[in-house]
């Protein structure tokens, strides 16, 4: 099937990468300003989270910067690799080897999904957006912040990206991103660009207390 072969693929990528995804250099120029953009829109409406999946933790950055005797932490990730790292850096949290596309976890079973630079991986988005809804409590939040274009430049970014990353690598507009969300479920859905070719979307599984 083309898409655990993709899978096995991205998991090799991220073994090998996990030595050095927390290079600070790397850290400091890209994904910290983008989780800090992230967990801005967490802290500017604060709200009952207290269960928080991060799916695609990697190596549990995001995780890190949430934890707190009021949080139950759980990341999940398709990399072993990714999540050793996790695991040194966010000690209480509960981490778990698996696929977005395919959550072990039950429904309404979480109050906030947490989703940062993983998504444009996944061969089966809306897959992995029907999950992100389905394990959501009433009311809960999805924060993604995914590798988008705005319409203008889109072709260009895609192809350069794919010059770089070979395969499925699956990359969308911000607009269609946005539209995805709305179209398995999500409400009051909106984004924004917060980096170079990325942008924060935000959603939440209708009904139940905000
Ligand atoms: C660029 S890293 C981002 C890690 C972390 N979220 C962060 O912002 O630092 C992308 C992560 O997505 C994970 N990933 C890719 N495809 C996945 C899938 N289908 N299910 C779960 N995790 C996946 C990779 O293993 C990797 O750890």
């Known amino acids: ?35 800090r953009r992230l967990l801005r829109q967490l802290n500017a409406a604060p709200r009952r989270s207290v269960r928080v999946l991060d799916a695609g933790c990697g190596t549990g950055q995001v995780l890190a910067d949430l934890a707190g005797p009021e949080r139950q932490l759980l990341g999940l990730d398709l990399s072993r690799e990714m999540l050793q790292h996790a695991q040194d850096r966010v000690p209480g949290a509960r981490l778990l ?13 979480v109050d906030l999904v947490l989703n940062t630079l ?8 809306l897959a992995a957006l029907s999950e992100f809804l389905r394990v959501l409590r009433p ?3 999805l924060l993604l912040a995914g590798v988008a274009s705005s319409l203008m430049g889109f072709r260009g970014f895609r192809s350069a990206f794919k010059r770089v990353v ?23 859905v909106h984004h924004e660009r917060v980096h170079v070719g990325t942008w924060v979307f935000s959603g939440r599984r209708p009904g139940g207390d905000t």
């Not at 993983?118 to 988005?125: A, D, E, I």
């Open 118 to 125: 993983s998504f444009h991986w996944y061969p089966q988005p």
């Open 97 to 109: 080897q698996g696929d977005c596309q395919r959550l072990p976890l039950a429904d309404a079973s």
């Open 166 to 188: 070979r395969g499925g690598v699956k990359l969308s507009t911000a607009q269609h991103l946005a539209e995805k969300m709305g179209k398995v479920g999500f409400t009051q």
């Open 139 to 141: 009311g809960g939040q």
């Open 1 to 35: 099937m083309q898409s655990t072969r993709q899978q096995s693929w991205v998991g090799r990528i991220f073994a090998a990468w996990s030595g050095f995804y927390d290079h600070p250099l790397l850290q400091q120029l890209y994904y910290r300003p983008v989780h």
